[in-house]
């Protein structure tokens, strides 16, 4: 039963486009709102794709890069807190939680096509 679970995450976390696909074709069913279930997808994924990211860059680099991973995450956090002072005047965590997760999202979906696609030409051209 453990090894389930560990080949399960372990296929999430090198997998993760599949992931996405799927779980956004499964949130569409449920809520029958497709804007939801974009949200939903982003929200459930962004963890996926920070795993896959750090895993790729692992690989390629033969380095663990997770507490930079942790810094970009929280300057991101900062910066999410302050674009939203600037904007409303008044901070609201939540709001700017969600905003800062979902941006997260898109910048490490992005970094994992960059990687992957890096990880590839690397090997196809200096195997």
């Given at each position: 039963?453990?090894?389930?679970?560990?080949?399960?995450?372990?296929?999430l976390?090198?997998?993760?486009?599949?992931f996405?696909?799927?779980?956004y074709?499964?949130?569409?069913?449920?809520?029958?709102?497709?804007?939801?279930?974009?949200?939903?997808?982003?929200?459930?994924?962004?963890?996926?794709?920070?795993?896959?990211?750090?895993?790729?860059?692992?690989?390629?680099?033969?380095?663990?890069?997770?507490?930079?991973?942790?810094?970009?995450?929280?300057?991101?956090?900062?910066?999410?807190?302050?674009?939203?002072?600037?904007?409303?005047?008044?901070?609201?965590?939540?709001?700017?939680?969600?905003?800062?997760?979902?941006?997260?999202?898109?910048?490490?979906?992005?970094?994992?096509?960059?990687?992957?696609?890096?990880?590839?030409?690397?090997?196809?051209v200096?195997?």
């Open positions: 039963m453990g090894d389930l679970l560990i080949y399960t995450i372990a296929i976390i090198t997998l993760p486009i599949p996405l696909v799927i779980f074709l499964c949130a569409r069913k449920w809520s029958k709102h497709k804007l939801k279930a974009l949200h939903r997808t982003a929200n459930f994924t962004a963890p996926v794709f920070i795993l896959a990211v750090h895993v790729l860059l692992v690989v390629l680099f033969n380095r663990s890069f997770f507490p930079y991973i942790i810094i970009f995450l929280l300057f991101l956090l900062g910066l999410s807190m302050i674009a939203q002072y600037k904007l409303k005047e008044e901070v609201r965590l939540f709001r700017a939680l969600k905003g800062f997760w979902r941006v997260s999202f898109l910048l490490f979906i992005l970094v994992y096509v960059g990687l992957s696609a890096y990880g590839l030409l690397s090997r196809v200096f195997v």
